[in-house]
């Protein structure tokens, strides 16, 4: 088992999923920006590193019907699988490293809450990207949320890469185009602020 996945089989096997610092009641500004895209509810829809978030029972009481949630760690999707309990079926789940990912499909919406952050080799974010584009057709949406140049340096102990909307776009690259970015502040569950740039972008 690789490092990277050692660690957050450990997060997810010794924590509950509202332990964790990024856990949030209402993910409000994900279905937000989900929303914003305009796709439909049969859209395709992938959560990448979606952890436990609670986006999917989200996603599924929102009448969305095609979800998938990719994690590297298999103890976070079954905490999901047992949240949702018969409606996990209505869900794909796929346990894999974002880096290492070849998408068998193609995606409408590809949604990333807190996980580009980590990868603070280029090899790494240029390997995540490579699935992007093979997941997103033209007119696909890629959005992410990362912390912010003044948010924290690290999450879950590991160190952290922060963007603005312009560097978080010279990371995805030319072949996307930025429709819309914000700002925003996440409140941990024990109180902490984290600075957050939320983008949308779409394929070109
Ligand atoms: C900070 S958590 C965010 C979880 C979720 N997106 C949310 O908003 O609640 C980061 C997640 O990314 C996952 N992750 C980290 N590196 C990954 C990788 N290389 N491939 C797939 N998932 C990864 C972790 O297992 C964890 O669930």
Same mark, same amino acid.
């Given at each position: 088992?690789?490092?990277?996945?050692? =660690?957050?089989?450990?997060?997810?096997?010794?924590?509950?999923?509202?332990?964790?610092?990024? *856990? @949030?009641? *209402?993910?409000?500004?994900?279905? =937000?920006?989900?929303?914003?895209?305009?796709?439909?509810?049969?859209?395709?829809?992938?959560?990448?590193?979606?952890?436990?978030? +609670?986006?999917?029972?989200?996603?599924?009481? +929102?009448?969305?019907?095609?979800?998938?949630?990719?994690?590297?760690?298999?103890?976070?999707?079954?905490?999901? $699988?047992?949240?949702?309990?018969?409606?996990? +079926?209505?869900?794909?789940?796929?346990?894999?490293?974002?880096?290492?990912?070849?998408?068998?499909?193609? *995606?409408?919406?590809? =949604?990333? $809450?807190?996980?580009?952050?980590?990868?603070?080799?280029?090899?790494?974010?240029?390997?995540?990207?490579?699935?992007? $584009?093979?997941?997103?057709?033209?007119?696909?949406?890629?959005?992410?949320?990362?912390?912010?140049?003044?948010?924290?340096?690290?999450?879950?102990?590991?160190?952290?890469?922060? *963007?603005?909307?312009?560097?978080?776009? @010279?990371?995805?690259?030319?072949?996307?185009?930025?429709?819309?970015?914000?700002?925003?502040?996440?409140?941990?569950?024990?109180?902490?602020?984290?600075?957050?740039?939320?983008?949308?972008?779409?394929?070109?």
């Amino acid at each position: 088992m690789s490092d990277r996945k050692a =660690h957050w089989e450990n997060v997810y096997s010794t924590r509950k999923p509202d332990e964790v610092g990024w *856990y @949030q009641a *209402y993910p409000e500004i994900p279905l =937000h920006l989900i929303a914003s895209t305009g796709v439909g509810k049969s859209a395709a829809i992938i959560d990448v590193g979606g952890g436990a978030s +609670n986006l999917v029972d989200a996603l599924l009481e +929102n009448g969305y019907s095609d979800v998938t949630v990719l994690d590297l760690s298999a103890a976070a999707l079954e905490a999901s $699988r047992a949240r949702l309990d018969q409606s996990s +079926n209505k869900v794909k789940w796929l346990v894999e490293d974002i880096t290492c990912f070849i998408p068998a499909r193609r *995606y409408d919406v590809w =949604h990333d $809450r807190a996980v580009f952050h980590f990868l603070t080799e280029a090899a790494d974010r240029q390997r995540y990207m490579k699935a992007a $584009r093979a997941a997103l057709p033209p007119g696909g949406h890629l959005i992410m949320a990362a912390f912010a140049l003044d948010g924290p340096p690290q999450c879950s102990g590991l160190d952290v890469a922060r *963007y603005s909307p312009e560097s978080l776009q @010279q990371e995805v690259g030319e072949g996307f185009a930025l429709a819309e970015s914000f700002g925003g502040l996440h409140i941990t569950p024990s109180q902490g602020k984290q600075a957050y740039t939320f983008c949308r972008f779409i394929r070109k």
